[in-house]
């Protein structure tokens, strides 16, 4: 038995959760709702305060999709209970970010400033000129803007420059020595 898909979700005080036909589970809570389409194949019931996920029988796609329909349910249910948050820092030169309005604008060290706007659901706010926090109820699209902000320039290996993770450890490597 899948280890992560039989644990049962735990479902706090303020927060509902429907499923409709072909699996289609909504979740509303403080901060929000949100609605997903998950794997027809997988049986989603809801006991007391509880979401328990079984699965039909033990092929290899059923053992797969256990595991991760419990877990997309789970961080619907933490979405809209705590929300997400990546935390990105600008390193380097002359770098900075700046926000208008919904626009975030990156000086990057191109010729013009790169600028972003927030897709629905997702929140980024700034502190200071190099710090970024990109916030939402939907972790795939909290974590799918950060790494489209951190693809505007990469931090390289030699000075650090570019957008990390603030978790992120970036492998330093030695630069070229001149000649005797």
Known sequence: MSRIGRM???VPAGVTVEIAENNKVTVKGPKGTLERVL???MEIKLEGAEVIVTRPNDLKRMKSLH???RTLINNMVVGVTQGYEKK???NGVGYKASKAGKVLTLNL????PVEMTDPEGVETTLEGNNIIFVRGIDKEK????AAEIRDKRRPEPY???G???SDEVIRRKVGKTGKK
């Open 159 to 161: 000075k650090g420059k």
């Open 39 to 41: 794997p027809s194949e």
């Open 8 to 10: 049962p979700i735990a």
């Open 163 to 165: 957008i990390k993770y």
């Open 109 to 112: 060290g191109y010729s013009h």
């Open 67 to 69: 595991g991760l329909t």
């Open 142 to 145: 909290v974590g799918q803007f």
């Open 88 to 90: 990105l820092e600008v």
